[in-house]
């Protein structure tokens, strides 16, 4: 069939990402409950997803999504700027507002779609001569956005402030506005920037401050927001999402009135989007009402992490800096990661061995994400199971 001309192009593809153990398949699994998954009938321990704070199936956020979706429709029906902008939305981002202590927020369709769609409409303003800093190991859609822009990236090591530092003043006097782009927790490290000490150099450095917040909205600082607060006003953009810690699905940027408002009139991916849709809306809004009130999940959450750390380093393997609820043990080989994977598969624990290009080569991991809905026997379960796997691939 003429439809399918095309194919020997993908399938030479597929066959060599096969032959280098990093093709990608999509498998299907049911819901049990928080930190559990069905396959075949069969309940799986659950380490993978981000739902950190167990609340993708609380009855809360349920409920509110079929209220509002009753109330509301289905659907938005288009882009916020063709029929306009229901009081949800409008109530949702003063919200997102007031947590981040910024005078505005904007909501959008995800997380990628915000990093790859913003950071070209900033640039385009700041300028074509801007000089842009990037932590090598953020987040696909951050370099995606830089690409975008049309700019080139100068990169900085890994939460290296020294090597920031070092780089902006070697290029001090040059033309261009600086912009430092990173994030609060790096999603397949668990690491922390110091975002302290970032907005500080930032400031000394007159640069813009773009922060992704992904994987620390509802985890850390006050009252779970993200990290950003405890720089004092001076992350000039915050991006976050809430299909994480808060359950659901979206994300967000967080910053002056004035940024919102130019976002409005030239960011691509909020204009010519449509708008997030009701359902979606009612279960972010019922995150909210519940995150800051659950600082003894978060608390319970870290003291998890680091038990399972002492456990994993007690077995000789290598967490790398990891100091939130993201647990990577690296291993280094493709190969080696995906039998680990699918040996804990067989044990009944669900564990995704990341690979390039998402990480870089050589250092493939077992990405551990821990929930609040996990219990101490599950941590158990999970280093017990890790432990025949390491045998039976020795």
Not at 101 to 109: D, I, K, N, P, V
Not at 281 to 304: C, H, N, T, Y
Request: positive net charge; charged residues 20%; proline residues 4%.
């Amino acid at each position: 069939m003429a439809r399918d001309r095309f194919d020997p192009f993908f399938e030479r593809y597929l066959r060599a990402a096969q032959q280098e153990h990093l093709r990608r398949s999509i498998r299907v699994f049911g819901h049990a409950f928080p930190g559990r998954r069905v396959q075949g009938g069969r309940e799986i321990l659950d380490f993978c997803s981000n739902d950190y704070l167990g609340l993708s199936l609380h009855p809360d956020l349920i409920a509110r999504a079929c209220s509002y979706v009753r109330n509301h429709g289905a659907g938005a029906t288009a882009s916020r700027l063709v029929c306009g902008t229901g009081p949800a939305c409008t109530e949702v981002e003063a919200r997102i507002a007031h947590a981040k202590g910024t005078q505005a927020a904007l909501l959008f369709s995800s997380g990628w779609q915000a990093n790859a769609a913003v950071l070209p409409a900033l640039l385009r303003v700041l300028g074509s001569d801007a000089q842009v800093y990037v932590d090598r190991l953020a987040h696909a859609s951050l370099h995606q956005g830089c690409r975008a822009a049309g700019i080139r990236q100068i990169r900085f090591r890994h939460n290296d402030l020294d090597h920031l530092e070092a780089q902006l003043q070697a290029r001090a006097g040059q033309p261009g506005q600086r912009m430092i782009v990173t994030e609060s927790v790096f999603s397949m490290d668990g690491d922390r920037c110091d975002v302290t000490a970032l907005a500080g150099l930032a400031e000394r450095h007159g640069a813009f401050l773009y922060l992704d917040e992904a994987h620390a909205t509802g985890v850390l600082g006050p009252d779970g927001m993200g990290l950003s607060s405890l720089a004092g006003g001076r992350v000039d953009l915050a991006m976050g999402t809430f299909s994480k810690a808060l359950g659901s699905f979206g994300a967000y940027v967080a910053g002056s009135r004035a940024l919102c408002d130019y976002l409005i009139n030239a960011c691509s991916g909020f204009i010519y989007t449509t708008a997030l849709p009701p359902a979606v809306l009612g279960a972010i809004d019922a995150a909210l009402d519940l995150v800051p009130g659950m600082q003894a999940e978060r608390a319970s959450l870290m003291a998890k992490a680091d038990a399972l750390r002492r456990v994993l380093q007690s077995m000789g393997l290598d967490t790398g800096a990891s100091s939130t609820q993201i647990v990577p043990v690296l291993v280094g080989d493709e190969c080696r990661a995906l039998a680990l994977s699918q040996a804990l598969e067989r044990c009944g624990v669900l564990v995704t061995a990341i690979r390039p290009p998402t990480v870089p080569r050589g250092t493939s991991r077992l990405r551990i994400a821990l929930s609040a809905a996990h219990s101490h026997a599950d941590i158990g379960r999970l280093t017990d199971a890790l432990s025949r796997a390491l045998e039976a691939t020795a």
